[in-house]
């Protein structure tokens, strides 16, 4: 049944988006979200455009206690001052630890695209450049109150320097939920421009490893994008990707070894991005989705353990009353009285884009 939807967090001021939320040991949550400039608010209407790069984009996060009231006022997270910062990923360690996956975009005037050669993972944005900087972790030891400073994943092997010899391909960009296995290795999933990725760390997050790609099309053809992990209690781990140039499908691959060797990709008739799978007390999986095409909206599916009923299972829609396409990028965490929240961002009929979330329950 789908309860109630709040706004976390809305100021017109400012283009909020990409969120993430986890539970902390006081029973409260922790909601991580980038929040950028929107220069609309300047003029007398809005259209519908709002563009994802800005040079001054930041993360943020947003305390709820366990009544899903605000503790304070936001808090800025730890920043790189040459870069700036996009989607939020969070993951609750065992040990209390949280940590915080995002990537950045180093802005510059365009001049120097022709200087430095940069790769085409650069883009072009209001007149300005923007090299695509690097995946990076921070890490809270104190429930997200103080964050160590980013610190850059390592260079995907086989790509090109973003600028040669200045700037390596560092980690790919992460957006999607990590996993944490029995054995306590991190297991954190990135996608670089058509491929996808699988990174480890097996010291609590502070150094990590490549372990090798996870989707590729030999056609070229089909992009792998924002995937998110999920681990079975069979010790299978699949990655749910957006897709691009596939019908904006959702596409799958498996491992049984932690990401040694992974199966052939694999589309499935399921429609939205990007995707996120929570692992529910009663060991289903929720899996939710934003879905931009009319009417535009979040949805949801609840599968077996295994993921094994991923088409059958029936299409729950969470809402269908968002006023754009720019909207989406759930993320599920469960409360303690077992009711879901699902955190997103949402296109207001106003046109300003907030952060909101939504209560399920799934009895």
Known sequence: ?????????????????FPAVTRLADGGLLVAFRRARDPRCLLAGRDERVDHLDPRSHLLTLRLDAGLEPIGAVRSVSLDPQAADQDASLLTLANGDILLASFAYYPCPPEIDRQ??????AAHSGGSLFLFWGGNVRLSRDGGQRWSAPRYLPALPGLPDIVPRRRAHLGGAPRGRL????????????????????LASDDGGRRWTVRGEIARD???KIAFEEPALYRSPAGRLIAFHRTAHAGDRLATATSRDDGAHWSAWRLHDVIGHPFDALTLADGRLLL??????????????VLDA??????????????????????????????????????YYFSAPDGVRQIEASLIDLT
């Open 179 to 198: 996993v944490e296995t029995p054995a306590g290795e991190i297991l954190m999933a990135t996608y670089s421009g058509p491929v996808s990725h699988l």
């Open 306 to 343: 295994e993921a094994e009923t991923l088409e059958e299972a029936p299409e729950i829609i969470i809402r269908d009353d968002g006023s754009s396409a720019d909207l989406g990028y759930p993320w599920a965490c469960q409360m303690a009285d077992g009711r879901v929240l699902v955190v």
């Open 288 to 301: 939710t989705y934003g879905y931009r095409h009319p009417p535009y909206g979040l949805r949801a599916r």
């Open 1 to 17: 049944m789908i309860g109630e939807h709040r706004v976390l967090y809305r100021d017109p001021r400012f283009y909020a988006a």
């Open 218 to 220: 030999p056609a070229g």
């Open 116 to 121: 430095a050669k940069a790769t085409p993972e």
